[in-house]
């Protein structure tokens, strides 16, 4: 799996030992359920409209970005109601931000990498995730990250349900932006794949 090997260069080691594939899976799994939550439909002030056709060009980063943070919001609570443990929530969330880095790399042209980009800027923002400037590791700061979870998970639910084309543009102008520190720690796992493509031993092909 590419984010275990990113992870124990850019992750504090003490978390880096943490992230996991199957705290990697939880939150795609939460992900992939969380496209179907949130608005059927924005409310604009011309009426109802599609989302997509209300957002405009930024609607797949949008969306790839409500389906991270919501998901993450619905392992939370899980949690909290005792479907999985407080061990596992914080594996999610330190896996979560390993997958960060293995999505980033796409760059910030492609939906999924511009949506975690946004998230990784914002989660870095209101110092859920740090940076150590001697080391260049970076932290999850694990008791902050569900209330900026929570936070960020509302802003774009919100941008969804009112169609709001210039919130969502001047959101993803401010946080879909590769910093420096980032093309610094991306250099230091520069012979680490991108993404695999899996090679399969079948005996014959299959159409």
Aim: charged fraction near 25%.
């Amino acid at each position: 799996m590419v984010i275990l090997p990113i992870a124990k260069r850019l992750l504090r080691e003490d978390q880096a030992e943490r992230a996991s594939g199957n705290g990697y899976l939880a939150s795609a799994l939460a992900h992939e359920i969380s496209h179907e939550l949130g608005p059927n439909y924005s409310r604009t002030a011309g009426g109802k409209k599609e989302i997509r056709e209300a957002i405009g060009g930024d609607y797949s980063a949008l969306e790839e970005a409500k389906a991270d943070t919501a998901g993450m919001f619905c392992l939370k609570w899980l949690a909290d109601h005792g479907v999985i443990s407080k061990e596992q929530l914080a594996e999610d969330y330190i896996s979560y931000v390993a997958g960060n880095f293995r999505t980033m790399r796409f760059g910030v042209a492609e939906p999924h990498g511009r949506a975690e980009m946004m998230e990784f800027s914002y989660l870095m923002e209101q110092g859920a995730v740090t940076r150590d400037a001697t080391t260049g590791r970076y932290s999850v700061v694990l008791e902050k990250m569900p209330e900026t979870i929570a936070a960020m998970a509302k802003e774009l639910l919100e941008q969804e349900a009112t169609g709001d084309r210039a919130r969502t543009a001047a959101w993803f102008a401010k946080y879909a932006v590769l910093p420096d520190h980032l093309k610094k720690a991306f250099s230091q796992v520069s012979d680490i794949p991108v993404d695999i493509q899996p090679i399969y031993s079948f005996a014959e092909e299959i159409r």
